[in-house]
């Protein structure tokens, strides 16, 4: 595995799932600085960075405020001078059919989580970024490359993050900056389980199909990977780096793999 040393990190979504995770497993030799809403689990994180070798500064923070995302900056500066990489990984999800949402004001909450976030962020953040060459990464998903059934508002904004590193990576051509887009498939996190129902409330289940779901320690491994390396964007399983390369030739096919994903308690609509 590729290794990344003497590097100041933020990370968002870091309480919990793959931003845990990745925060530990980049812990030895690098500085840290840890973002979510519970500043209890952070800590907790914080301490297992420790121990992996790593100096932490932690700080509360909820991305979907603006002043938030743009403070975080701040403390990551004010605590160890600069930035060398920036991920971007806080995210929310929603299992629901178009139809049913009684709320679309979901779609601006997944937006701010999802999109806004990154954007506050990297603003913020991008001229230390530049001063240090360093790298901006976006966790996205498989859902920010093809379309997912029950999945439109969460397919919608990663599509739109996945639209902005695009964008912005050609923008900084030349400056030393490379933005790494991450998609992965089905990890083994809560993140749909804590993901938003029709009603905007915890929906408490999946809806997909998790048997086979990538562990979240080899989905770390691959991130980290894919940011010593520097890649533009890392698609992970063979079979979503598969799919995505027939999708222009066979999308029919894809629709339905995609529809498939489901699974048949809460994956829920039949075709009319």
């Known amino acids: 595995m590729a290794s990344i040393q003497n590097k100041v990190i933020v990370i968002t979504g870091a309480s919990e799932g793959i931003g845990a995770a990745l925060a530990i497993k980049l812990a030895p030799g690098n500085k840290l600085v840890l973002a979510a809403r519970r500043l209890e689990k952070l800590q907790e994180v914080g301490q297992q960075v420790e121990a992996a070798g790593g100096q932490v500064h932690c700080v509360a923070c ?119 887009a991450i998609f992965p498939g089905v990890v083994d996190t809560e993140i749909r389980r804590n993901g938003l129902n029709p009603n905007g409330e915890r929906a408490g289940v999946s809806g997909l199909r998790e048997k086979g779901a990538m562990s979240v320690e080899q989905c770390v491994n691959e991130i980290v990977d894919a940011m010593a390396e520097r890649k533009r964007e890392w698609v992970m399983t063979a079979k979503g780096r598969l799919g995505l390369k027939l999708k222009p030739f066979v999308p029919a096919v894809i629709d339905k793999m995609a529809k498939d994903a489901l699974d048949d308690e809460h994956g829920g609509k039949k075709s009319a």
């Open 62 to 180: 909820d991305v979907m405020e603006q002043a938030q995302c743009e403070n975080l900056v701040e403390e990551s500066v004010k605590a160890f001078g600069g930035i060398d990489m920036m991920v971007n990984n806080a995210g929310v999800s929603m299992h629901a059919w178009f139809e049913d949402i009684t709320d679309l004001g979901t779609f601006e909450r997944l937006f701010r989580v999802n999109v806004m976030s990154m954007v506050w962020i990297t603003h913020k953040a991008l001229p230390h970024i530049k001063k240090s060459k360093g790298l901006i990464v976006g966790v996205s998903s498989l859902a920010g490359k093809t379309g997912v059934p029950a999945r439109t508002t969460y397919c919608t904004s990663k599509f739109a993050m996945s639209g902005f590193m695009e964008a912005l990576r050609i923008e900084l051509m030349g400056t030393g900056v490379d933005v790494c």
